[in-house]
Each structure stands twice: as C-alpha cells, then as structure tokens.
C-alpha cells in the first residue's frame, strides 16, 4: 500500500451536473484534510467514485470504472458513493477490492467513515433519505472556475415511468437557504462571477425560509456575482417572475431555459407520466419566448420510449422544429430495471432509437446554427473563461458560445473578465468574435 503519510486521493463522476457539484465539495473537504488530489486513475491512497444508475448502462459503466481503479490500485482504500450504491450497492460489493459503499443519505460525509486500512469485507452505508431540508459542509478554498455550480435541491416527487432517480435520490427537498448562500458568498470571495443553480427538480425547491425566488434574489445581492445561470428546470415548477429579472439589466439572471420536453406526442407524454400536454408546454414556451428578449431555450427529448410509433416521432421532430427552441440534448430511451417503462414489452429496437437520436441531432445542430447565424453581426457581452491554444473561449448571456484570438489583445489575459464582442461568423460548433472592448 503506497505509505499513508503521502495522503494523495483521486475522485472521478459518472453522471450529471450535480454528481460533478457534489463530489468538488467532497474535494474540497479532502484538501482541507491534508490530502493531494491527482488524477484518477494514478497511485494513491484513497480513490471516491461518485456513481449514478440513470441506465441499466449506467450501472454498468459504474462497475467498469470500479474494476478499473481497484486492479491499478489494490492497496488504495476505495469508497463508492452515490445513486448506483444506493441502488446497487449488493453488485457493487461483489467487486474485489471495494471497501466503503455509501448511499445519497451520507455520501457527503464520507470522509468520516473512511479508514487507513482496507476493510475484510465492503462497509455498506444506505440509510433511508430524509425529506427535511438540508445543509452542506464546504471549505473556502475550492478550485477555481469563472463558472460554478451551487446545488440548492436534490431528489424528486415526480415519478416518471422511466426515471429511477426518485428512488436513488429520494423525495424532493431543499437546502437552507442560509447555507447556500453562505456557499456562493465563499465562491465570490474567490474570485467566481458565475453562478449556475443547480439540483435534481430544482424548481420545486422549498425551503423554510423561501422559494427558488428567494434563493436567486439571495444570489444576486452577493457581490461579485455577475451571472446566475438556471440549470435544467421543470416546465410545471417555473415561476413567470423570472422573465423581469431575466429582462433587467441591473439583475445577474442570464436570459437563458433548459426546459425538458422529453416527446412532442401527449400519449407519449402520458405514458412518461410527464405533468403537462403539448398545448401547456408550449404556451408557457411561447410565453417565455415573446417576455425575454434574446431568451436562449434548450431542451431534453427522449427517444424511443417503449411504443413511440414513427409517426409519434415525427410529431416530435415537428414541435421541435415548428416552435422558438435553440438546441435539444437528444437521449435514446434505455431501460432501467425497477422503472414501470422497463417492463414493458413493446420495446422500441435499439437500432431504431439509434437511428432516430441521429435524426433529430441533425435538427438540433441546425437550429443552434440557426440561432448563432441570427445574432452575427451584433456586439454582446461575455465571460471569458481560461485560454486554450491561441483562442479566448466565452459564453455570450444567451449561451452562445464564442471565441476570439488569443494574439489580438497581446499578453493581456482575459481570463474571468467580462467583455463586449462582436460576432464575426460561425466556425463548427461556435462563433469567431472580435473583441470591442473590455468591460471590467
């Protein structure tokens, strides 16, 4: 085993953003402790995989990145934590060389139950999830990005058809109010001018002390705080308020909508066991669209859900393409066992789902082309981010991602300022920019 004075751990995610949220923290925590944070997949003492079980292939991407950690690691003491320990902790302890398994009820603190020395046999930690609201222990001293997430919810009460997470994560509830704004006050001391509210259903957030409106007014009074970001949010759960603040120029709430559609058909809607039709989706969406000026909207839709006829489909493609959205994540319907849809036995073939995400990843590449072409010629402002080689990459407001040669502004670094740039012309997935002028 490599000497435990040396303290080096890796952690590595699998899944959402907020997987990717959680385990910083835990980071975080691992650095105030003493420990060297290094690579995945590099000699240590400690290695934490961070697991979801969205997909049956989830699952098994979990139990691949396991096996590969404990075989180039065998003296490491090895925690798994997350939704697939949760789920599957009885798979996951049948893999030589796991020590900790911890659920989503203590993940957070697994810190306190790791050890210096392997276990005989796995520790399994999966209490049943409280519904009360919730607290995050944190240090100060995090990585620094310009952008970061801040996890205000976890679990959901919407029990879709094809969703395990309800069952992984628990029931809907909310971080205090207190304590997540304690977290972006720390990220602002740092230096971060980017706020992304992040969550499972982070529209349903209630806490005692407020709504998700409490909790963006909250954000925007932190100073340093330049943009707040509203990550994947619900169409039933999202307050009409937000079109003023996002129309505000005062206000750090950025003109931007994730909004999951999942099918453009209410049958398959029905079926998902989604809370909305068709006709309420879109008015809202047009709602959205005609209230925010250079609203950006992106959506989520599903594909191939068991018993989606070709004509189903279609309806789909044409609500996508007939109506004000600016991109769409495609996902191919998989199966994950315990879920209603999985048992089903009208199963659409798995080439078929195939052929039908590359269909409609067509139409989304072409609506975002589409989207960038409308705004060339306008000067907008963005967040620089770290350089990469010779370019300065950014984010206008309304998600438009743009670039600009590093030799036209000299040695000077451009890294987490703001500035205003012209959009020049489309160039694959972003725009060439011109940088007009700084603005801080």
């Known amino acids: 085993m490599v000497s435990i004075s040396k303290r080096r751990a890796s952690l590595h995610t699998l899944g959402c953003r907020l997987n990717q949220s959680?385990?910083?923290?835990?980071?975080?925590?691992?650095?105030?402790?003493?420990?060297?944070?290094?690579?995945?997949?590099?000699?240590?003492?400690?290695?934490?995989?961070?697991?979801?079980?969205?997909?049956?292939?989830?699952?098994?991407?979990?139990r691949q990145s396991i096996r590969q950690f404990t075989r180039k690691n065998p003296e490491?003491?090895?925690?798994?934590?997350?939704?697939?320990?949760?789920?599957?902790?009885?798979?996951?302890?049948?893999?030589?060389?796991?020590?900790?398994?911890?659920?989503?009820?203590?993940?957070?603190?697994?810190?306190?139950?790791?050890?210096?020395?392997?276990?005989?046999?796995?520790?399994?930690?999966?209490?049943?999830?409280?519904?009360?609201?919730?607290?995050?222990?944190?240090?100060?001293?995090?990585?620094?990005?310009?952008?970061?997430?801040?996890?205000?919810?976890?679990?959901?009460s919407f029990v879709c058809s094809f969703c395990i997470i309800p069952f992984a994560r628990g029931a809907s509830r909310s971080r205090e109010l207190d304590n997540l704004l304690e977290?972006?006050?720390?990220?602002?001391?740092?230096?971060?001018?980017?706020?992304?509210?992040?969550?499972?259903?982070?529209?349903?957030?209630?806490?005692?002390?407020?709504?998700?409106?409490?909790?963006?007014?909250?954000?925007?009074?932190?100073?340093?705080?330049?943009?707040?970001?509203?990550?994947?949010?619900?169409?039933?759960?999202?307050?009409?308020?937000?079109?003023?603040?996002?129309?505000?120029?005062?206000?750090a709430l950025l003109p931007f909508f994730h909004i999951p559609l999942q099918s453009g058909c209410d049958r398959i809607l029905h079926e998902m066991r989604r809370r909305y039709t068709i006709s309420e989706y879109l008015d809202f969406l047009h709602l959205a669209h005609d209230s925010v000026e250079d609203l950006y909207i992106g959506t989520d839709i599903m594909v191939g859900?068991?018993?989606?006829?070709?004509?189903?489909?279609?309806?789909?493609?044409?609500?996508?393409?007939?109506n004000p959205f600016d991109f769409c994540h495609v996902f191919s319907y998989s199966e994950r066992e315990g879920t209603v849809a999985?048992?089903?036995?009208?199963?659409?073939?798995?080439?078929?789902?195939?052929?039908?995400?590359?269909?409609?990843?067509?139409?989304?590449?072409?609506?975002?082309?589409?989207?960038?072409?409308s705004h060339l010629g306008r000067s907008m402002r963005v967040l620089f981010e770290n350089p990469k080689p010779e370019l300065w990459p950014s984010y206008t407001d309304n998600y438009i991602r743009v670039v600009v040669p590093r030799e036209l502004n000299g040695t000077d670094s451009l890294a987490n300022r703001c500035g205003l740039v012209k959009l020049k012309s489309i160039s694959a997935d972003y725009v060439d920019g011109e940088l007009i002028q700084m603005l801080d």
Do not use: W
């Not at 949760?86 to 009820?105: F, P, R, T, Y």
């Not at 859900?305 to 996508?320: A, I, K, L, N, W």
């Not at 073939?349 to 989304?364: C, F, G, M």
């Open 22 to 62: 959680e385990t910083l923290l835990i980071q975080q925590r691992l650095q105030d402790e003493g420990y060297e944070i290094v690579p995945f997949g590099e000699p240590v003492d400690l290695g934490i995989i961070n697991t979801c079980t969205v997909t049956n292939l989830a699952d098994a991407k979990c």
């Open 305 to 322: 859900f068991p018993g989606e006829t070709e004509d189903e489909f279609q309806e789909t493609c044409s609500v996508f393409l007939d």
């Open 76 to 156: 490491a003491f090895t925690a798994v934590i997350g939704c697939y320990s949760q789920m599957g902790a009885k798979e996951i302890a049948s893999i030589e060389g796991v020590d900790l398994i911890i659920g989503n009820q203590e993940k957070m603190s697994v810190l306190d139950f790791i050890g210096q020395e392997k276990n005989e046999k796995p520790v399994i930690i999966r209490d049943r999830i409280s519904r009360d609201d919730f607290s995050i222990n944190f240090v100060g001293d995090t990585p620094f990005n310009q952008r970061a997430n801040l996890k205000i919810q976890d679990g959901c």
């Open 183 to 251: 977290e972006a006050r720390s990220k602002a001391e740092q230096g971060v001018r980017e706020i992304v509210i992040t969550g499972v259903n982070i529209g349903a957030y209630r806490s005692a002390d407020g709504d998700l409106l409490k909790v963006i007014d909250g954000v925007n009074r932190i100073s340093g705080i330049d943009r707040i970001r509203i990550s994947s949010i619900e169409p039933t759960t999202i307050p009409t308020e937000l079109f003023s603040l996002m129309n505000d120029p005062q206000h």
């Open 342 to 373: 999985a048992r089903r036995e009208d199963q659409v073939p798995v080439l078929e789902r195939q052929r039908r995400s590359a269909y409609l990843r067509r139409l989304s590449a072409k609506k975002r082309y589409d989207h960038y072409k």
